[in-house]
């Protein structure tokens, strides 16, 4: 059977998404995720999202990163949903109930409220997430939280010097994060701006991720070393994060359709 999709992104952070509100799509595997996502082979992309209908919401999305694995949150990926869907969305994800708007390039999401307990990101054993010691070579001193799926954060004077493409796998897969985790390596530059890279689980080095910006906007608030709200600048872009300790966080950026096509479903599954 031929599938339709739309490929789409945000800051470079790059999504097939597959709309099963409008064709029939037979069970996403983690194998057939990752085969579309190939760049060599399949359709390429970070993540492929599926968008499916929901009783309590305007849809569902789902999310396969690269590897084929299934998580709970992408905020670059909500805001390019929001974009297609083209209104204000109450979206359902693994991560909790999410709302859109389209603005005028991209969309202003509310991510919902940030989960601070060790037993939430989790991890394998009770810590303060505020300021965990433990480390990896010289990154030092993290903080974790979850925003719909697990982020560590480490601050260092220069983001670019860090090797993350080696440091973040094993990070990633150490004990500590039984449901492996997200690493983002931040520099403050200001009160009001923050640089950022992220190692994503299951895809890599990626040119932009939203729950990554969040988590990393929300702990630097926490730690008190920027201000509310937050730009945070990744190789892809940038984005505004806001968020008051004890609220959800609400993240504007934008997003792009580049093409649509289709693809013969048996050559993936």
Known sequence: MRVSFTKMHGLGNDFVVLDARAQEIPTIT????ARLADRNTGIGCDQLILLEPSDGA????RIFNHDGGEVGACGNATRAVALLHGSEARIETGGGMLTASPTGDGASVDMGEPRFDWDAIPLAYPVDTLSM???WETLNDPGAVNVGNPHVIFFVEDTDAVPLDRIGPEIENDPLFPERVNVNVATIENRNRIRLRVWERGAGLTRACGTGACATAIHAIRRKLVDNPVTVALPGGELDIAWHPGGSIRMTGPATESYRGSFEWDDYA
């Open 58 to 61: 305007d849809f569902r999305m």
């Open 133 to 135: 010691p433990v480390g």
């Open 30 to 33: 983690e194998k057939v995720a």
